[in-house]
């Protein structure tokens, strides 16, 4: 795995994460979102690093709980799932609790947010 496949995955994150500060529904946020998907899923090498930027953001805030979830409901990677989970129940504030439940609700099949995406609605 080179740089430039780093650099891109980074780039594309960090759009997909912007996406979220500024994006007011699901059509506008999915584009981005898809890209980055898109794109992990062709470089698996790159694995642990997406990981890690994904884990970063669950336990340093803010969250990008949308993109996360999108990702995670496709990728289903456990180190993910299980850092959301650990931040779930050591978190005080009811805010970022509810956050967590949604990244962790997108690793069901039955994700009720699922049908709100183009790729995967119904």
């Not at 650990?86 to 509810?98: G, Q």
Request: hydrophobic letters at 45%.
């Amino acid at each position: 795995m080179g740089t430039e496949m780093t650099s891109n995955l980074a780039a594309l994150f960090a759009s997909a994460k912007s996406a979220c500060a500024t994006g007011a529904s699901t059509t506008e946020l999915e584009p981005s979102f898809a890209r980055l998907l898109d794109q992990i899923q062709a470089a698996p090498g790159c694995r642990d690093e997406v990981a890690a930027l994904m884990i970063d953001d669950i336990r340093t805030g803010p969250v990008p709980w949308e993109l996360i979830a999108y990702l995670m409901f496709e990728l289903r990677w456990p180190e993910v799932n299980r850092c959301a989970d650990e931040r779930l129940h050591s978190e005080r504030d009811p805010r970022t609790k509810a956050v967590m439940a949604h990244i962790l609700d997108a690793f069901d099949d039955r994700w009720e947010d699922a049908d709100m995406y183009r790729r995967w609605s119904r």
